[in-house]
């Protein structure tokens, strides 16, 4: 009788497991077929798979893929790169290497030489745009602390006048 139990409470762990799997699956595809800003869409997925060709990899994980055998486009007139970022959809987070392949600034990928970061190149920063460690300039009604006062050039204005 003892044995039964047990034998009985483990498929009803299973279960459970499976189900939660199943579901972090449902919710991974329908991130990919509905919104653009998690990696990449369905359609760049089956485009990648068809047509890419992989090039290489970032440090931040991104990864970077051009028309398979560098083929020209024919409806651009030159060859086609794009990249599958490895979060967000954040294109400030190329580094300079990548950014000048994938402007086709340079032909060839960071990964086929090796690259040298020139001194005055900075490491990445994220776009702090919208959050709390945004550039809040001293004058910003946004900036902690209070506004400075207003220099002797200003005039309030008076109705009654």
Known sequence: MKGACLDTAAPEWHQAAHSI???????????LFFTWWNGQTFGTLVWTWLYGELVGED???????RRRGGKIDPSLG???RWVIYK????????PPAWH???????????TEISYIPRPW??????????TPAAYRP???????GRRPKATGDYKAW???R
């Open 21 to 31: 799997d199943n579901a972090a699956a449902m919710k991974r595809f329908l991130l």
């Open 59 to 65: 440090e931040f994980g991104n990864r970077y893929y």
């Open 78 to 80: 030159f060859e086609r």
């Open 87 to 94: 979060n967000y959809a954040e294109a400030s987070m190329i």
């Open 100 to 110: 000048g392949w994938m402007h086709h600034t340079v032909d060839t990928p960071p």
């Open 121 to 130: 190149q900075k490491p990445h920063r994220p776009n702090l745009t919208g």
């Open 138 to 144: 001293a004058g910003s009604t946004l900036a902690q």
């Open 158 to 160: 008076n109705p009654e």
